[in-house]
């Protein structure tokens, strides 16, 4: 199983990034996805979250209204519009993956991670 994001970069507060996730996962219609960051010197926590279907998602309530998730199971991708970006948004996103579940917990798939950097 690999995962692949991408899509970061600098922007300045108030700016939009998308990322983007690849995933070989044979099952990825079954896998519900994620979204996880981790700031400089912070734990990693979590964004969002979307089920197998698109049917659940669950966003942090940080992000809720400035972030929009979507997932293409065709393509095996999902993708994270972040709008409205703040510099506390800064740090690094991983994309992540949990099999047969409708909201990811603990994931058991881990991409890469991707630097997003707001500047004020």
């Known amino acids: 199983v690999q995962l692949q994001a991408s899509g970061g970069g600098l922007v300045q507060s108030g700016g939009s990034l998308r990322l983007s996730c690849a995933a070989s996962?044979?099952?990825?219609?079954?896998?519900?996805m994620a979204w996880y960051r981790q700031a400089p010197g912070k734990e990693r926590e979590f964004v969002v979250s979307?089920?197998?279907?698109?049917?659940?998602?669950l966003y942090a309530d940080s992000v809720k209204g400035r972030f929009t998730v979507s997932r293409d199971n065709g393509k095996n991708t999902i993708d994270l519009q972040m709008n409205s970006l703040k510099p506390e948004d800064t740090g690094v996103y991983y994309c992540a993956g949990e099999w047969a579940v409708l909201t990811v917990r603990q994931p058991q798939y881990w991409g890469q991670g991707t630097q997003v950097t707001v500047s004020s």
């Open positions: 979307i089920s197998g279907s698109g049917g659940r998602i």
């Open positions: 996962i044979d099952s990825f219609s079954r896998t519900a």
